[in-house]
């Protein structure tokens, strides 16, 4: 039955389109695609490269308002562009299945995992409903989920987002697929629980020699997965080739591009030891209800100077801002800014310390109000704080949108839907300037978005630092920007700060056993990365 | 046979109404200038025929004294009858002339619905935004309130307060926009608890806006979509009400006319196969349709949805 070759999946020359507006546009543009049996194949792009339209593409199926408009797709010798619907739906989740990027969000929050586990096996008649539950619970265990015998009779409200990703990834192989379409499985999670997820999926693929498509937009982590890496820029193809050569040797200047944002790095200023800092947060302890989310956290920023506050999801980083700009007044303990106390409520602080602690936010799509113009977006600080009007208000708007690196002429009168996402956290930085301030509060301002935007945002805001003498407080949990652009880091932990000191000390050991966890879990670009550091960690706890 | 030829005539209807609705598009694409018609040109035929309607409406109220052939309370002839040449849609149970009482209803009737929509917008929706945006016991206090007032079907309490202030048009405008009000509320408030968690709301508070601009620049112009539907709605539904009132004898008073109380008193031609009662209830129905066209296409462009 099966021929000398072993190839799983092939396009040729896809075409896809998407309808907006009155057209159709084409959002592939010519893909040629070739997986064999068990092998893993990484596509990584920026958002808008097509990379999920194709994963899709793979199982025959385009979202609504798109369609396949040309090329072949052949799943094990079956042309999928002319499958009727029933045989299609008889592929889908039985030999091509699909991990979603939020696992959190495609679980129905309503049912047990178990019985969603159950459901594709059932219905596809591979299994009866017990043989399927006690298949499930063979998996959770090769997963390593904790209480592999339990935890399928929980919702997925009751499982952490790393869990209910592995879980899902269990579902996938519920009817041993031939084919797996990962569409960024771990981009939601944090590093540490990034690692574990990884391992595991790593793992049940050799197992079971399935093929994958793996799509991410993060090289790192794809350089760990994939056997071979295919570059994508705006629906076409960049470079394709095995990893370790694409790894050593680019050939294109794009992928090259893509590379050189990981080396990025600000040279750190010397640490301030004398003079009056900005800020200092002074033995804080807050929270919401009964529990107190920030534990007794003190440091200080000083002028000219970039302090990255780095932990995971729930290690209080935002809690720390919400007390800062007066949102969450504290249980215990103060800020001072410039050496004095300020009010703990925003509502009782002047104007001028409002002015004095901006914030750009990481969605910049939330932060501005989408039925307000540019002008008025960043203007109304200048107006509000400086009591500019007239003439001298729309001159200083132009200054600002100059400053920010976009045409005051051609955006001044725009609404932020018709700006891109980089030029969205522009704008939210313009806003902040606008009020003049001498402290920024960037909360994971450039989580948001593909690699060279956010490099751009933080070449900005370094430039910007330097001609206005500004202090940043900088929020994330991604290391390589720490380390791009902090002159200091305080770790924080379940609201404790763990670790705090000069950037370079930060990155050399001795660590705190917590921030050696976390440096260790940022994925690097060697393939042998992550085989590397699961030995290490397993003798580690072995010894 | 009979619903064979109703239906046919429908048909003819609807055919020749987005016909109209067709031709006043291209007319008033024509006519105004480049931005207003770029919008206008992506109006659905319903909308058009719905503005086109509504502009007929308007026309006819402003300009009624000029377009009736008779005034709108003299007796001019005898009692019920017939349509001919001069009395073009016959007259009613005093002898007053139909068509002219139906034009100049049309004045009072949209009129006063549309004073008394737009004031129980102005009233729920600020008080609406307040709740949401301040919180607390203000939140608590209004909607309590409000929940009281609901709890009490609205036209027996439409009843009750008339009975207790005296039927006037100006407390018959105050009573239904206070009642309605607190349907406005109900959806002001809930729009807006969720626009003011988003984070351009908050960094407008650290800003150190004030309430008002808060609520007027941020918030407001973000939840106009749902509440503009919702006007629409209401429009029509106040329209019913003061329709309703006015027919049980507590709204407009005679001898203004008005569409509710002209199908009350004529009502007694129905048992004789005339339809000349039905007329006003058709121009109700007519413009209810329409305002509900153009609503409807608004709030398809406004919340960005396509079909």
Known sequence: MQEANDILLTMKGLHIEGRTDEEWLEIVKGVDLELRKGEVLGLIGESGAGKSTIGLAAMGFARDGCRISGGEITFDGINMRTASEAKKRGLRGRRIAYVAQSAAASFNPAHKLIDQYSEGPVKHGVMSRDEAESDATDLYRRMQLPDPDSIGFRYPHQVSGGQLQRAMTAMAMACRPDLIIFDEPTTALDVTTQIEVLAAIRDIVEQFDTAALYITHDLAVVAQMADRIKVLLKGEEVEESDTRSMLASPTQDYTKSLWAVRTHARPEQPPVIEGKP????????????????????????????????????????????????????????????????????????????????????????????????????????????????????????????????????????????????????????????????????????????????????????????????????????????VKAIADEVVVMKDGVVVEKGPKSEMFQPPHDPYTELLLSSVPEMDPDWLTGLLKARATATDG | MGLFTGLFWLAVAIILGLAAGWIFRVAVVAASPRPIARELRTAPLTASFGMLVILIYIVVAVFAPLVAPFPETEVVGTEYQPWDDVHVLGTDNLGRDMLSRLIYAARNTVGIAFITTALAFILGVMTGLLAASVGGWVDQVLSRAVDVLMAIPALIFALLLLTIVGTSIVNMILVIALIDSTRVFRLARAVAMNIVVMDYVEAARLRGEGLLRLNIREILPNAMAPLVAEFGLRFCFVFLMISALSFLGLGIQPPTADWGSMVKDNATLISFGDITPLLPAGAIALLTVCVNFVVDWQLHRASGLKE
């Open chain 1, 278 to 481: 900005v800020l200092s947060i002074r033995n804080v302890t807050a929270g919401y209800g009964a529990v107190d989310v920030l534990k007794d956290v003190s440091f200080d920023i000083h002028p000219r100077r970039t302090v990255a506050v780095v932990g995971e999801s729930g290690s209080g980083k935002s809690t720390t801002a919400r007390v800062i700009t007066g949102l969450l007044p504290p249980r215990r303990g103060e800020v001072l800014f410039n050496g004095e106390a300020l009010p703990p409520d925003f509502r009782r602080r002047t104007r001028d310390q409002l002015r004095q602690a901006q914030m750009i936010y990481q969605m910049a799509d939330t932060a501005l109000n989408p039925k307000l113009k540019i002008r008025e977006l960043v203007g109304r600080p200048a107006q509000m704080y400086l009591g500019l009007r007239g003439k001298a208000l729309e001159e200083r708007i132009r200054e600002l949108l100059s400053l920010i690196e976009m045409e005051p002429g051609d955006y001044i009168d725009r609404l932020p839907s018709e700006l891109s996402g980089g030029q969205k956290q522009r704008i939210g930085i313009a806003r902040a300037l606008a009020a003049e301030p001498q402290f920024i509060i960037c909360d994971e301002v450039t989580s948001a978005l593909d690699q060279l935007v956010a490099e751009g945002i933080l070449k900005l805001l370094d430039r910007l630092q330097g001609e206005f003498d500004l202090a940043y407080m900088f929020i994330t949990h991604d290391l390589a920007t």
